[in-house]
T-cell receptor
C-alpha cells in the first residue's frame, strides 16, 4: 500500500478551523484517500474519503491537491469532542479489498 | 440502526489458553474485518471476510483465525495465547468490499493475557 506522512501532533483552539495535512507522494491513480479518527477508548470512526475532487460532509471537508500528492482534512469549527487521533489512509482502487493500513496518525488537541 | 457490536468488552486469559471473540456487523453489511491495536504496533489488519469467505489476511501467525457465518456475524479465535497477544481487538463492517467503502468499527474487545 502507498504510504502517507502526517505530522505527529497539532493543537487548535475551540471554535476555530483546523487544517490537518497529509502527504502521499506515491499515490496511484486509483487510490482513494480516506480519513478516520479515533477518540480515546473508542474504535476508529469514519470521517470522509475522496478520489480526485474535494468532498464535503457534515463532519468535515477534504481538500485534495490537483496532483493528488497531498490532501488536507478541514474541520470547520473545532470542538473539544474533536480531540482525537486522525488517520489519513490510502486504499487501493481496483479489486475487492477492504484492508485499511493505519499509520501513526496525527494527534489533535483542542484548547477551550 | 444498531452499530457494530463486539462481545465481550473485556477478557482476561492466561498464557496457553484460547479465546473466541464475537462481532455482529451492522444489519445489511456483508463484509467484516478485524484489527489488532497495541500501544507499540498501532492498528494492524488481521483479516477480512465477505460472504463467509476470507478475502484478505494480514501478517499474523496461524494461531489467529476467523470465520464468518451466513448471517454475516463473525468470530475470531486466538489459540495458545501469548503475553504479546494482549491488545484491543477491533471489528469493522461495511456494506461490501472495495476501496470506496466506508468501514464502521465497534468499540472493541480488550484482551489481557496474564
Amino acid at each position: 500500500d502507498a504510504k502517507t506522512t502526517q505530522p505527529n501532533s497539532m493543537e487548535s483552539n475551540e471554535e476555530e478551523p483546523v487544517h490537518l495535512p497529509c502527504n502521499h507522494s506515491t499515490i496511484s491513480g486509483t487510490d482513494y484517500i480516506h480519513w478516520y479518527r479515533q477518540l480515546p477508548s473508542q474504535g476508529p470512526e469514519y470521517v470522509i474519503h475522496g478520489l480526485t475532487s474535494n468532498v464535503n460532509n457534515r463532519m468535515a471537508s477534504l481538500a485534495i491537491a490537483e496532483d493528488r500528492k497531498s490532501s488536507t482534512l478541514i474541520l470547520h469549527r473545532a470542538t473539544l469532542r474533536d480531540a482525537a487521533v486522525y488517520y489519513c489512509i490510502l486504499r487501493d482502487g481496483p479489486g475487492a479489498n477492504s484492508k485499511l493500513t493505519f499509520g501513526k496518525g496525527i494527534t489533535l488537541s483542542v484548547r477551550p | 440502526k444498531a452499530g457494530v457490536t463486539q462481545t465481550p468488552r473485556y477478557l482476561i486469559k492466561t498464557r496457553g489458553q484460547q479465546v473466541t471473540l464475537s462481532c455482529s456487523p451492522i444489519s445489511g453489511h456483508r463484509s467484516v474485518s478485524w484489527y489488532q491495536q497495541t500501544p507499540g504496533q498501532g492498528l494492524q489488519f488481521l483479516f477480512e471476510y465477505f460472504s463467509e469467505t476470507q478475502r484478505n489476511k494480514g501478517n499474523f501467525p496461524g494461531r489467529f483465525s476467523g470465520r464468518q457465518f451466513s448471517n454475516s456475524r463473525s468470530e475470531m479465535n486466538v489459540s495458545t495465547l501469548e503475553l504479546g497477544d494482549s491488545a484491543l481487538y477491533l471489528c469493522a463492517s461495511s456494506l461490501s468490499t472495495g476501496a470506496n467503502e466506508k468501514l464502521f468499527f465497534g468499540s472493541g474487545t480488550q484482551l489481557s493475557v496474564l
